[in-house]
C-alpha cells in the first residue's frame, strides 16, 4: 500500500509546511518525529518508525513496521542507527540544530537518537508539534464535525439505555456498545505518561466527590485501585444526577462532551448549577474570538459562577480542576489550555472543549461540555444535543 | 483514606524488600518513582506524583492528587522542585547514586527531576522495576488467578454472542460488553511510548495477514488509520477462522488469552496449524521450569514448528513476529521475553503468556494463548478453557 494513500497528499503537504514555518521561528534545522500522535499528523497513519523532517528537501521515511509500504523517500529499518548510516550515504549534512520530541520521548531514547547526531544541537521540538497541530486545517475540521455528528448521535441513545435499578458502571457499559455500534474507535490518545484515558466516564451521587490522581476536571473512586476514576458501582436512584463524559473518537480526531442525566427531579441547587454552566457557555461561545486570551474565557467563566454565588462546587468540590477547557484533536488534551495562567490566545481554527462543571455532594456532578471551532464569530458548536438535565425515566 | 488501605502492608513491604535488594545489586542508594505502572506497585493505588524509595530509610510519599490521603511520610506538593526542598529540611542527604524511571519518564521531565539532585549520579532505575515486578509475590498470584478465572468466562459466553452474518467489530463490540460485564476494567498498561492497547482484537479471514505497525503477535488492518490493528469490518464467513485475542484486566493485574472460533469446517491447514500451537504449549508447560532460559521455550517451538513443516505460516505470514510470548501483569508486556535472542532466565513466580499462532492467508489466524506461572514443576496454566477451535454456528 502507499504510505499516503490514506489522507489527500495536499493535506500532508499543508501540514508539513506548517510545521516548516513554526521549525524556522524556532531555528531548527530539522525534526526526527516518532510520536504516535504527531507521526500520524505528518503522515496520516501510525507506523512504527521515524519521520526525518529537514526545513528545506525532502522528507524520509524510516520505517520498521508495517512491512509493504511504497512511495518516495521510504526506507526500512531494524534500528535507530541506521537512521544516520543512510544520510550519510545520501550526502545529507547533519542539521545544525535537530529538534527531537523531548516532552513525550523517555530519556533513553532521546540519549540513543541524540548519538547518531554528534555534530547537532538537540533541542526540544514538542513545542514546535502541538503549536501546529492546534490550529486545525480544514480537511482536520471536517473530520471533527463528523466525530461531533456521531458523537452526538450516541447521547441521543442514552436514555433509552438505562434500566430500572442499574448501577452507573452497568448504564457505562452500554453507553461503550452504543458508541462503538456509531463506530467509535474505542482508543483514545492523551498526552503526558502519567495520564491515561478510557471511552467514557459516568459520575452519580456521592462518588462525584471522590477525588482522583489524574489531571482531569472531574473525579469519582473507580472500580479499583489500579484505575482510580469514574464509575465505581453506585446504583442510580431518584434524586441523584448521573453525569456522562463519554470521549468520541469516530476518525481518528477527538471530540469531548458531557450532558447530565437523573431519575425523576433533583435538588433545585443542582438545576441552578447546571444551568450556570449552560450560560456560562453561551457567554465564551460569543467572547472566544481569534485574539481572545484563552485566561479571559476562564475568568469570564468565574465571574458568572461569583455572580450565582456557586464557587464552593465549580470545578469540583473536595478536589477542584485548575482548568475550564483545553484544545482537543489527535490527542485530547492539546493547546490551547484554557485556564488563569494560560499564556495561550484562541487562534482561528483552533478546537476547544469548554467544560464548566459542578459537583454537588451527595448528589452528584452537573455541568455540559461541548466542542467547539474557533471562528472569526465565536465559538462554532460541534457537539449539538440537548444541553438541560434529561429525567431517564 | 489511608494511602495503603487498598492493599496488606506485608505486600507492600514485600515489595519494596524485593526492590530494594535489586537496588544494591546496581548500587543504587534511592530510586523516585513517579511511572503509573510503577508507582501502583509499590503503593497499591495510583497516585499523581513521586515515591522517593531510599535503599535504607523510610519511603517518603510526594503527592500532588487525589487530596485527602492520610498515613506516615505522605507530604503534598505542587510542583517536584519541592521535594528537594523537603528532603533537606528534613536532613536527609542526597543519594550519592539516584535511580530515575530513564526507559519509561520523558526527556524534559528527567531533566527537571535530575536539577533536583545537583550532588547525585542519576541511574537508569527501569531496569531494577522491571526486573522485580517480574516476580511476582503470593498475593499477585491470586491477583492473575482470579483475573484468569473470569477471562476464562468471557471465553465461554463467545458462541453465544454471535449471530448470522455478523462482521469481525460486530462480534468484537459483544465480547467487550460481556467482558465489562464480567468486571473486565476496560483500559489495560502496556509498556513504551509507541505502544498502545486496547480491549480485545478479533481476526478473520484475509485481514489476519495484514502488517500492523504495532509490536503485536497478530497484526490486521483495523477500521481507521490512526488506529491499524485488528478486526476491519470483515463479515465473517464459512471457512473462515476468527481469532479472538481478548486482555483480561479485573484486577489491576493481566491475563492474556487467545481462542478460535470458526463457522462451521475450515481447511485442514488451519485445523494442523491450530493442533500444533496447542502441541506447543503442551510442550513448553513441561519445559517453563526455573532456570530454564527464555530463549530455550522459543527454539523448542521452532523446532516443533518445523517437524509439522509450518514455518510459512508461524508468528504471522506477510509480516512475523520477533517473539512467542512475553511476561505479564501490571502491565501486558513485561519480562520475562520468550524470544530467540533473549537473555532473560525463567524464574520462579515469572507469570508468562505463550501465543504460537499462525496466519493462513486468506483464512484468517490460527492458534492459542494461555497465561502461565512458572512454578517448580514447569508451567501452570491459569486461563482454563476449551482450546480446539470452536464452531459458532
Known amino acids: 500500500m502507499e504510505l499516503?494513500?490514506?489522507t489527500p497528499i495536499d493535506e500532508i503537504n499543508l501540514r508539513i509546511a506548517k510545521i516548516r514555518s513554526a521549525m524556522i521561528q524556532q531555528n531548527l534545522d530539522a525534526i526526527l518525529i516518532s510520536d504516535n500522535a504527531n507521526i500520524y499528523y505528518v503522515t496520516g497513519r501510525v507506523i512504527n518508525g521515524y519521520v526525518y523532517l529537514p526545513?528545506?528537501?525532502d522528507v524520509t521515511y524510516f520505517i520498521r513496521r508495517p512491512l509493504e509500504l511504497k512511495g518516495d523517500n521510504i526506507h526500512y529499518i531494524r534500528k535507530p542507527e541506521q537512521i544516520a548510516e543512510y544520510l550519510e550515504a545520501k550526502g545529507i549534512e547533519q542539521p545544525r540544530n535537530l529538534g527531537l520530541e523531548l516532552s513525550v520521548t523517555d530519556y533513553m531514547t532521546v540519549e540513543r537518537l541524540s548519538k547518531l547526531f554528534p555534530s547537532s544541537t538537540i533541542s526540544n521540538a514538542?513545542?514546535?508539534?502541538?503549536v501546529s497541530r492546534a490550529v486545525k486545517t480544514p480537511f482536520?475540521?471536517?473530520m471533527l464535525r463528523r466525530s461531533g455528528v456521531k458523537h452526538a448521535m450516541v447521547y441521543r441513545h442514552i436514555p433509552n439505555l438505562y434500566q430500572d435499578g442499574m448501577s452507573d458502571i452497568e448504564l457505562q457499559i452500554e453507553i461503550e456498545r452504543a458508541s462503538r455500534l456509531e463506530g467509535c474507535l474505542g482508543q483514545f490518545r492523551i498526552s503526558g505518561g502519567s495520564m491515561e484515558l478510557f471511552m467514557c466516564n459516568i459520575l452519580t451521587g456521592e462518588n462525584a466527590d471522590t477525588p482522583t490522581p489524574y489531571d482531569f476536571a472531574m473525579g469519582g473512586g473507580g472500580l479499583d485501585p489500579s484505575l482510580p476514576v469514574g464509575a465505581n458501582g453506585t446504583i442510580i436512584k431518584p434524586g441523584m444526577t448521573v453525569m456522562v463524559d463519554a470521549n468520541g473518537n469516530f476518525t481518528g480526531y477527538m471530540t469531548d462532551m458531557t450532558r447530565?442525566?437523573?431519575?425523576?427531579?433533583v435538588e433545585p441547587l443542582a438545576y441552578e448549577a447546571h444551568e450556570c454552566s449552560i450560560k456560562i457557555c453561551r457567554e465564551l461561545e460569543k467572547l472566544g474570538t481569534p485574539g481572545t486570551p484563552a485566561s479571559q474565557?476562564?475568568?469570564r467563566a468565574i465571574e458568572i459562577v461569583t455572580q450565582h454565588g456557586l464557587e464552593h462546587y465549580f470545578m469540583g468540590h473536595a478536589q477542584k480542576a485548575g482548568f475550564i477547557g483545553h484544545g482537543v484533536g489527535i490527542e485530547i488534551n492539546e493547546l490551547p489550555v484554557i485556564a488563569p495562567r494560560s499564556k495561550d490566545i484562541l487562534q482561528l481554527n483552533n478546537v476547544i472543549a469548554l467544560?464548566?462543571?459542578f459537583v454537588i455532594p451527595q448528589i452528584g456532578a452537573v455541568g455540559i461540555e461541548n466542542t467547539y471551532i474557533v471562528t472569526a464569530n465565536g465559538l462554532e458548536r460541534i457537539t449539538n444535543a440537548p444541553e438541560h438535565i434529561i429525567s431517564l425515566d
Open 297 to 299: 474565557l476562564y475568568e
Open 126 to 130: 514538542s513545542q514546535v508539534l502541538r
Open 4 to 6: 499516503h494513500a490514506l
Open 140 to 142: 482536520e475540521l471536517e
Open 55 to 57: 526545513a528545506d528537501g
Open 355 to 357: 467544560e464548566p462543571k
Open 260 to 265: 447530565v442525566f437523573s431519575l425523576g427531579n
